[in-house]
């Protein structure tokens, strides 16, 4: 069990995203409750297979719990996980690979639907900037690409798609309170090299949208050059019929409409998508 403990710790440290994708967000969230659950489902004597196909699922329902409560604007702080995980430890102890899928199937810890939209504020702003890299990577990985942004060696920071130019969207919004809640929504945003918003954090949205063809796959997809020879991503959205579309202009409508996608995205990941 301490020969797992440093396997699990050392698959964190090294951000070994290609096979345990789920293990790093939940690690990059700072959920440090996250081995407890993982050593209960190991038996004596697994294979290291078996231990790595415990792992898994194990690692990804508890990014399930932590990514829906982050959407319904809930706690994920140990004070308020500590009895759940508790709970989940004894539920699980010791059983096949098999079981747990079962198990995790029946949400055995309560979570939120994913209703309403998250807006970043100081207070989930690391959470948001997690999630944002989870979409995007679930997106790269059913389009053939290996990519978790949060790896990156160059500074990311959550990018807003609107520039904070109340006065550009005077049609949009009411009144600059307003235009804050609505460039907040997580429809609004990003992750992009720090590099980019210090070149293009300012510029209109048809600028923007050029220079996001060249960066991560979800900021991609709002040019509409990513719906043309690309075999993979196109073929991604028609088998998982979610609500890809790119953008000519960027209005509220649109924010709302890529809100949805977002939760689309997770939604399709755990319902349909749950060998990955």
């Known amino acids: ?154 500074g990311i920071e959550i990018e807003h798609i609107w520039a904070n130019h109340f006065e550009q969207h005077t049609d949009d919004c009411k009144d600059e309170t307003d235009f804050a809640a609505v460039r907040n929504n997580i429809g609004d945003l990003l992750l992009l090299p720090k590099s980019f918003n210090a070149s293009y954090g300012d510029a209109t949205y048809a600028i923007k949208v050029e220079q996001y063809f060249s960066q991560n796959i979800l900021a991609q997809s709002l040019n509409k050059k990513k719906y043309v020879n690309n075999p993979q991503f196109l073929k991604f959205k028609q088998q998982s019929n979610l609500p890809f579309k790119s953008y000519e202009e960027f209005k509220r409508s649109s924010i709302i409409e890529r809100a949805e996608l977002y939760k689309e995205i997770l939604l399709w990941n755990w319902n349909i998508n749950e060998t990955n």
């Open 1 to 154: 069990f301490v020969n797992v403990y440093e396997k699990i710790n050392t698959l964190m440290r090294e951000k070994q995203t290609e096979n345990f994708l789920y293990l790093i967000v939940n690690n990059d969230l700072r959920f440090t409750l996250q081995p407890a659950p993982i050593l209960a489902a190991i038996s004596y004597g697994d294979s290291p297979n078996v231990i790595d196909e415990k792992i898994k699922p194990v690692s990804k329902y508890l990014t399930k719990v932590l990514i829906w409560k982050i959407w319904g604007l809930s706690r994920i702080a140990q004070s308020v996980m500590d009895a759940p995980i508790y709970d989940l430890c004894k539920r699980i102890r010791g059983k096949t690979v098999e079981e747990l899928k079962e198990i995790f199937k029946q949400d055995p810890i309560a979570i939120p639907n994913l209703d309403g939209t998250p807006i970043l504020s100081t207070q989930n702003k690391n959470s948001i900037k997690v999630v944002l890299a989870l979409l995007a990577a679930i997106v790269a990985r059913e389009s053939g690409i290996n990519e978790y942004i949060l790896n990156a060696k160059r």
